[in-house]
Structure formats: structure tokens, C-alpha cells
């Protein structure tokens, strides 16, 4: 039974050394993270769903389409999966220019399948001023830039990123990330990302799939995974939650945009972005701290107000992990052993959340 | 000055050159695509098979040919079934000789283009719906042109150098056989150096400019 608003892995790939095992239901919408180190099978996972690599058992539903099932020795070739690829090197074809690149895939798909005109892509990437150079003229986020487009423009049903920034230096990722976002904003087409940096799952899933020694330790709504006790992401110094909002107004005069979240309202520096528009706001660990009363007359504007799910004492360290509900999201804050024993923090305690950084991540 | 006959044993090196690249350059490139891509353990077997006559003398080739192309050989039996009669001695026979000596001239640089494109660029093809027939002439073949160019070069200069092969199953016929290597040897055999060196310098010149003209264009393109 397939059914359309999933894509069903049951994949069986290996070697003797390293095998892939994989079963998982993800949502056909939205950006799904397919998240883990290297070597956890993330990338051949991407490649065995594209059909680049023919995994030996099992089977690839998109949407209520098969693209394999070994039982019944179905395999559809690549080049007949409705789906685009981007490569971790944008790996443009040399020999054309960067409007040829483009033209490659779209000519090759039926016009009545066009849902994205060639204009479309250009202009959701920002890439008019470079349809008449060669490939070899562009620099590295240009590139990739051009990849993505390219891939757009064959109006995939899934679209696939492996790693599309882990080859760029930071400057060139900040000058694509932005885009990625744009995509998601705009476009409905769903994505499977795979990466292994917290930052850009944060900024750009809503889902994840966490895949360790090939097979998958968790899956689920991505602020569900981040925080969750029984996974490492939580327990990572850089360990980061994502809280799903709406701007809710602006204030001029503080030169200050409030944001919506569960648990109460948050201030982030001036926006241009409108009122009512849902965003995210990533929020690290580090950055929290607790307090079991209001606290009065502080400098720090954004409280949230929640309950205390569990506190995690850190084996060898000084910190505790504190996972907080704040009603239909969790939020998390590490804190010294000695503050959570002080204030005496257990599982159902109201808590005061004091937040020094906020960062508007979509 | 060249004679009469130079010039036609001339004009029959160019055209046996000629036609030698050009079929070559069809059943050489499945050839080479096949080398280049297959994972079969028999790619070793075939590519020492096609390797061969770059170590082997050239009248041993040419030996077996003429015995197997004879009337007794089981591909004179196979040509004279066809119809087309017996091979040695003929133009034809000459060209069927010139492509197996040729033949690694022609693959080896195909197959060395092949593999530096590497496997990237047909997955990135296959992702934006091109089928596998599609991709080989809209990526492969722009992507190894400088290997066809080589190819090409490689192929109709050896063929034009060749000697054993050619004496072997072409024997010595003027207007049918007779090539200028053939013709070089015949004019030193009869004392007649001076048109000897008209020829011999000719095919000096020749292999020079095409080797300059080679190499000067494989630098260029490693600077790009």
C-alpha cells in the first residue's frame, strides 16, 4: 500500500563493511534533513533514491509513484525519475554555457510537465546577469547557484541536495544559503537535504531523518529530533532549537521586530519582512537561562514562559541539560550542574526562560 | 621530382589512411566507450587484445592475416561466402590490415577521453532526464572531442607509416597496393636515391607537422 503524501523508503544496500538499512516514512512537503556524520550512509541513501546507485534490495515510493521494488524486479532508471540532483560540486557541464545548463534538463521533459519556466529559476536564484557566461567565469556560489536553478528547471516533483554547501568557504555559503530558504518559502516542491552541519538543518528543515552507521536512529518534526534526550544533537555544544513563529509587529523607534513563538513573544532587530509572516527563529542552548520567577527589571527582553520536561545531568562536566515545554514546542538551556541543583529544577516545575541571542534563521 | 607512380603511390596512402581513420573511428569509439566504462573481467582480455599490435612486428600481424584472409582462412571462407572473393593482395584487404594495426592508435586516446570525463557528468545528464544514448552525444562527445581529434591524427599517421602489414597482405601491385612506404623501398632496392629522398623527406615532413600540430594543440588545451 503506497500512499501519496509519503515517500516510502525500504532500502537494503551494503557492503561487507558498511551496509545501509533503511525504512522510513517522509512527508512529500516541506524540507526533510537527512542528517548524520560522515559515513553514516546519508549520501549513498540520496544516490540509491535518485537511482544513481541500484541498492540491492527493497523499495522507493514517491508520492504514490515506484521507482523500485526489488520484489517484483521494478527499477526506473534515472533519467525516467521525475526528481533533480544537486551535487555537492555544482558540476555544470563545461562545454555549455550557463544558459545551455539550464535549457539541458528542461528541454528534456514533456512541455506540458513544465510547472517552472526557465525565467522562474533564474529569478528564484538570482542568476540573470550569468546566462551568457561559460561555467569556468563563475565563482564557487555562483555555481551552485546555477546547479540548483538547473535542477529547478526540470520541475522535479522531489528535489535532492547532497551537501549543495559543504564545498563552499563560509562567505560563499552565507550567499547561498538564502536562496535554499527562498526555495522553501516559495516553491512546493519537496526536498530531501542532506547535510551533516546543525546550522543549516536548523535554518532550512522541517523534518529530519538522523541516520547513524546506516541506518536511521530518528526521524520526525525537526524540532522533536533536535531536542530530543535520547539523541546527541541535544547533548552538542552547539546543540540549537528551532521555534516556529509569526512576526507579530515591528517598533520603529526601538528598531525592533516581536516574533509570535509558543511560550510568549520574542523581540529580534528590525525586519522588513511583514506582519503575519510565519518565520523561524533558531535559539542555542548556551543561550538560555532559567529563572523560577518572573524576573523583573532585566536587560533581557525575551522571557518565555514553560515546564520543565527533565533535566540531563552531563556526565564529566560541570553542565545540565534543561528541556523545557513550551506548549507545542521544546525549547533547551544548558545551565551549570549547581544552578539546576539550587534551584532545585525537576520535571513539571513552571520556569521562566531568559533568552540573550535570537536569531531569525528563515 | 617524383614520378607517375610516386604521386599514385602517394594519392593510395592517402586514401587507405583516409579510409582506415574513418572506419576506425566508428567501431573504435564503442570500443573504447565499452573499455573505458564496462566493470566485466573481460576488459583486461580485450584490452591487451587491441594493445597487441602496438608490440608486435608488424609481419606477424600481417602474417596471420594473409593466412586467415587466404582461401583456406576462416575469414577468406567468410568473405568468399559474402561474395566479396579473397581480400590479400587487394586494396580492400589492405584496409581490413591497416584497421587492426591501427586499431590501438585509434582506442587508447578515445578510452583515456572517456575515462578522464569520469562518471559525474553522465549522472548529472541522467538527473536532467537525458537517456544513456543521449547523453554520449550530448556530453561524451563534446567532452572528448580533443581525444577524437588525437584519435583521428594518431590513427591516419600510423596508417600512412605502416610497412610489414602492408607487404605482407598488399604485396607490391602499383596503382592498387603499392603505398609509399612500399614505393620508398623499391627506389633504395634499385639504386634510385634521389627519388627515394623525395618521398622519404615528404613522409619526414609529413609526420613532423602532424606531430607539431598535435602537441601544439594538446598544450593549448591544457592551459584553458
Same mark, same amino acid.
Given at each position: 500500500?503506497?500512499?501519496?503524501?509519503?515517500?516510502?523508503?525500504?532500502?537494503?544496500?551494503?557492503?561487507?563493511?558498511?551496509?545501509?538499512?533503511?525504512?522510513?516514512?517522509?512527508?512529500?512537503?516541506?524540507?526533510?534533513? #537527512?542528517?548524520?556524520?560522515?559515513?553514516?550512509?546519508?549520501?549513498?541513501?540520496?544516490?540509491?533514491?535518485?537511482?544513481?546507485?541500484?541498492? @540491492?534490495?527493497?523499495?522507493?515510493?514517491?508520492? /504514490?509513484?515506484?521507482?523500485?521494488?526489488?520484489?517484483?524486479?521494478?527499477?526506473?532508471?534515472?533519467?525516467?525519475?521525475?526528481?533533480?540532483?544537486?551535487? &555537492?560540486?555544482?558540476?555544470?557541464?563545461?562545454?555549455?554555457?550557463?544558459?545551455?545548463?539550464?535549457?539541458?534538463?528542461? @528541454?528534456? #521533459?514533456?512541455?506540458?510537465?513544465?510547472?517552472?519556466?526557465?525565467? &522562474?529559476?533564474?529569478?528564484?536564484?538570482?542568476?540573470?546577469?550569468?546566462?551568457?557566461?561559460?561555467?569556468?567565469?563563475?565563482?564557487?556560489?555562483?555555481?551552485?547557484?546555477? /546547479? #540548483?536553478?538547473?535542477?529547478?528547471?526540470?520541475?522535479?516533483?522531489?528535489?535532492?541536495?547532497?551537501?549543495?554547501?559543504?564545498?563552499?568557504?563560509? @562567505?560563499?555559503?552565507?550567499?547561498? *544559503?538564502?536562496?535554499?530558504?527562498?526555495?522553501?518559502?516559495?516553491?512546493? #516542491?519537496?526536498? *530531501?537535504?542532506?547535510?551533516?552541519?546543525?546550522?543549516?538543518?536548523?535554518?532550512?528543515?522541517?523534518?529530519?531523518?538522523?541516520?547513524?552507521?546506516?541506518?536511521?536512529?530518528?526521524?520526525?518534526?525537526?524540532?522533536?529530533?533536535?531536542?530530543?534526550?535520547?539523541?546527541?544533537?541535544?547533548?552538542?555544544?552547539?546543540?540549537?532549537?528551532?521555534?516556529?513563529?509569526?512576526?507579530?509587529?515591528?517598533?520603529?523607534?526601538?528598531? *525592533?521586530?516581536?516574533?509570535?513563538?509558543? /511560550?510568549? @513573544?520574542?523581540?529580534?532587530?528590525?525586519?522588513?519582512?511583514?506582519?503575519?509572516?510565519?518565520?523561524?527563529?533558531?535559539?542555542?542552548?548556551?543561550?538560555?537561562?532559567?529563572?523560577?520567577?518572573?524576573?523583573?527589571?532585566?536587560?533581557?527582553?525575551?522571557?518565555? &514562559?514553560?515546564?520543565?520536561?527533565?533535566?540531563?545531568?552531563?556526565?564529566?562536566?560541570? &553542565?545540565?541539560?534543561?528541556?523545557?515545554?513550551?506548549?507545542?514546542?521544546?525549547?533547551?538551556?544548558?545551565?551549570?550542574?549547581?544552578?539546576?541543583?539550587?534551584?532545585?529544577?525537576?520535571?513539571?516545575?513552571?520556569?521562566?526562560?531568559?533568552?540573550?541571542?535570537?536569531?531569525?534563521?528563515? | 621530382?617524383?614520378?607517375?607512380?610516386?604521386?599514385?603511390?602517394?594519392?593510395?596512402?592517402?586514401?587507405?589512411?583516409?579510409?582506415?581513420?574513418?572506419?576506425?573511428?566508428?567501431?573504435?569509439?564503442?570500443?573504447? %566507450? %565499452?573499455?573505458?566504462?564496462?566493470?566485466?573481467?573481460?576488459?583486461?582480455?580485450?584490452?591487451?587484445?587491441?594493445?597487441? $599490435?602496438?608490440?608486435? $612486428?608488424?609481419?606477424?600481424?600481417?602474417?596471420?592475416?594473409?593466412?586467415?584472409?587466404?582461401?583456406?582462412?576462416?575469414?577468406?571462407?567468410?568473405?568468399? %561466402?559474402?561474395?566479396?572473393?579473397?581480400?590479400?593482395?587487394?586494396?580492400?584487404?589492405?584496409?581490413?590490415?591497416?584497421?587492426?594495426?591501427?586499431?590501438?592508435?585509434?582506442?587508447? $586516446?578515445?578510452?583515456?577521453?572517456?575515462?578522464?570525463?569520469?562518471?559525474? $557528468?553522465?549522472?548529472?545528464?541522467?538527473?536532467?532526464?537525458?537517456?544513456?544514448?543521449?547523453?554520449?552525444?550530448?556530453?561524451?562527445?563534446?567532452?572528448?572531442?580533443?581525444?577524437?581529434?588525437?584519435?583521428?591524427?594518431?590513427?591516419?599517421?600510423?596508417?600512412?607509416?605502416?610497412?610489414?602489414?602492408?607487404?605482407?597482405?598488399?604485396?607490391?601491385?602499383?596503382?592498387?597496393?603499392?603505398?609509399?612506404?612500399?614505393?620508398?623501398?623499391?627506389?633504395?632496392?634499385?639504386?634510385?636515391?634521389?627519388?627515394?629522398?623525395?618521398?622519404?623527406?615528404?613522409?619526414?615532413?609529413?609526420?613532423?607537422?602532424?606531430?607539431?600540430?598535435?602537441?601544439?594543440?594538446?598544450?593549448?588545451?591544457?592551459?584553458?
Amino acid at each position: 500500500m503506497s500512499d501519496s503524501a509519503y515517500i516510502e523508503l525500504d532500502l537494503q544496500h551494503g557492503w561487507t563493511d558498511f551496509g545501509l538499512r533503511v525504512e522510513a516514512r517522509l512527508p512529500v512537503s516541506g524540507v526533510t534533513a #537527512i542528517f548524520g556524520h560522515s559515513g553514516s550512509g546519508k549520501t549513498t541513501l540520496l544516490r540509491c533514491i535518485a537511482g544513481l546507485e541500484r541498492a @540491492r534490495g527493497g523499495r522507493v515510493t514517491v508520492a /504514490g509513484e515506484c521507482w523500485q521494488d526489488e520484489s517484483r524486479g521494478l527499477f526506473v532508471p534515472p533519467h525516467k525519475r521525475a526528481l533533480g540532483y544537486v551535487f &555537492q560540486e555544482a558540476s555544470l557541464f563545461p562545454h555549455l554555457s550557463v544558459r545551455r545548463n539550464l535549457e539541458y534538463g528542461q @528541454r528534456r #521533459i514533456p512541455a506540458s510537465e513544465r510547472r517552472i519556466s526557465l525565467d &522562474q529559476a533564474v529569478e528564484l536564484l538570482g542568476i540573470g546577469h550569468l546566462l551568457e557566461r561559460s561555467p569556468q567565469r563563475l565563482s564557487g556560489g555562483e555555481r551552485q547557484r546555477v /546547479g #540548483i536553478a538547473r535542477a529547478l528547471a526540470t520541475s522535479p516533483r522531489l528535489l535532492l541536495l547532497d551537501e549543495p554547501l559543504a564545498a563552499l568557504d563560509q @562567505r560563499r555559503k552565507q550567499e547561498v *544559503l538564502p536562496y535554499l530558504a527562498r526555495l522553501h518559502a516559495e516553491l512546493g #516542491i519537496p526536498m *530531501l537535504y542532506v547535510s551533516h552541519s546543525l546550522a543549516e538543518v536548523t535554518r532550512l528543515a522541517d523534518h529530519m531523518l538522523y541516520l547513524e552507521g546506516g541506518a536511521v536512529r530518528a526521524a520526525g518534526p525537526l524540532n522533536r529530533v533536535l531536542t530530543s534526550a535520547e539523541l546527541p544533537l541535544a547533548h552538542l555544544d552547539e546543540a540549537e532549537t528551532a521555534l516556529e513563529g509569526q512576526i507579530e509587529a515591528h517598533d520603529e523607534a526601538f528598531q *525592533l521586530s516581536y516574533v509570535r513563538v509558543p /511560550g510568549g @513573544r520574542l523581540a529580534l532587530p528590525l525586519t522588513e519582512l511583514p506582519a503575519g509572516r510565519a518565520v523561524r527563529v533558531g535559539i542555542q542552548a548556551r543561550d538560555v537561562s532559567l529563572a523560577l520567577e518572573k524576573p523583573q527589571r532585566s536587560s533581557i527582553l525575551n522571557q518565555l &514562559q514553560g515546564q520543565v520536561l527533565d533535566v540531563l545531568h552531563e556526565p564529566d562536566s560541570a &553542565q545540565s541539560l534543561v528541556r523545557i515545554d513550551l506548549g507545542g514546542a521544546v525549547l533547551l538551556s544548558r545551565i551549570t550542574r549547581r544552578s539546576a541543583v539550587e534551584l532545585e529544577l525537576r520535571g513539571g516545575i513552571q520556569v521562566y526562560a531568559q533568552i540573550k541571542a535570537v536569531a531569525l534563521v528563515n | 621530382m617524383p614520378s607517375a607512380v610516386d604521386l599514385s603511390a602517394v594519392r593510395l596512402t592517402i586514401e587507405l589512411a583516409g579510409l582506415t581513420t574513418l572506419i576506425l573511428m566508428v567501431v573504435g569509439t564503442p570500443i573504447a %566507450w %565499452w573499455l573505458a566504462t564496462t566493470r566485466s573481467r573481460l576488459r583486461g582480455l580485450f584490452g591487451a587484445l587491441v594493445a597487441l $599490435p602496438l608490440v608486435l $612486428p608488424p609481419s606477424v600481424l600481417g602474417f596471420y592475416l594473409l593466412v586467415s584472409l587466404g582461401p583456406r582462412g576462416p575469414l577468406g571462407a567468410l568473405t568468399q %561466402w559474402l561474395g566479396l572473393g579473397l581480400l590479400p593482395f587487394t586494396f580492400a584487404g589492405l584496409v581490413v590490415g591497416s584497421v587492426f594495426y591501427s586499431m590501438p592508435f585509434v582506442v587508447q $586516446p578515445l578510452q583515456q577521453a572517456f575515462e578522464a570525463i569520469g562518471k559525474r $557528468p553522465l549522472e548529472v545528464a541522467a538527473t536532467l532526464r537525458a537517456s544513456p544514448l543521449d547523453t554520449f552525444f550530448s556530453v561524451v562527445l563534446p567532452l572528448a572531442r580533443p581525444g577524437f581529434i588525437t584519435a583521428a591524427i594518431l590513427g591516419f599517421a600510423h596508417t600512412v607509416g605502416e610497412f610489414g602489414v602492408v607487404l605482407m597482405i598488399g604485396g607490391n601491385i602499383p596503382e592498387r597496393t603499392r603505398v609509399v612506404s612500399v614505393q620508398i623501398y623499391d627506389h633504395v632496392e634499385a639504386l634510385e636515391y634521389a627519388e627515394a629522398h623525395w618521398l622519404a623527406g615528404g613522409m619526414l615532413v609529413f609526420s613532423f607537422l602532424v606531430l607539431l600540430a598535435l602537441y601544439t594543440f594538446n598544450s593549448r588545451k591544457r592551459m584553458v
